[in-house]
């Protein structure tokens, strides 16, 4: 009996101890709300600089992320910061620069269609969106970025996020700003 409880012993306290987030056992309601749990990390540098332009937006959004982890969006991010003359440090103390950021990456709809959009900056990018099948999220090239909505299963109820990847193997990951 002792036997069989240990594993369950050890188990608990090393889940209490866990930020269930950090587990992925969360499942965010809707594109805000995956932004707010992602921004929790340290490392997520993009998802914090997005954070206070999403509370200042109302309606619907369709939030652009790339399909990294943390270490490769700082990568790419640092390496197109510098092609603008500034470093990772500046865009972390700089709110404008992030907002930009921000702007540049979200569209003001819940999901994205085939058309001519916006994002919140004003920049226009043609976006085509193919279907799948089934209950599968529709592949959009949006601009330079190919993206899946990791969000599509709680359609109609939630705003979009698309999981970014460049349409092109070693361009940016994310829209330019």
Do not use: W
Request: with cysteine; proline share 8%.
């Amino acid at each position: 009996m002792t036997r069989r409880l240990l594993p369950l012993a050890l188990t608990l306290p090393l889940l209490a101890g866990c930020d269930p987030q950090g587990l992925d056992l969360y499942s965010p309601t809707d594109a805000r709300d995956y932004v707010r749990s992602c921004a929790r990390a340290r490392s997520d540098i993009m998802c914090r600089a997005m954070q206070p332009t999403l509370a200042a937006v109302g309606g619907p959004v369709s939030v652009l992320l790339p399909n990294t982890g943390d270490t490769e969006r700082e990568e790419a991010l640092t390496r197109f910061l510098a092609g603008r003359g500034t470093t990772l440090a500046a865009f972390r103390r700089d709110a404008a620069l992030q907002a930009a950021f921000a702007r540049a990456n979200i569209f003001p709809v819940a999901q994205l269609r085939t058309g001519t959009l916006r994002t919140l900056d004003g920049t226009p990018y043609d976006v085509t969106c193919m279907d799948r099948g089934g209950d599968r999220s529709p592949e959009c090239l949006i601009g330079p970025l190919r993206g899946l909505d990791d969000l599509h299963y709680l359609k109609p109820r939630a705003d979009s996020l698309y999981a970014t990847f460049p349409a092109t193997p070693g361009q940016l990951i994310f829209l330019p700003f």
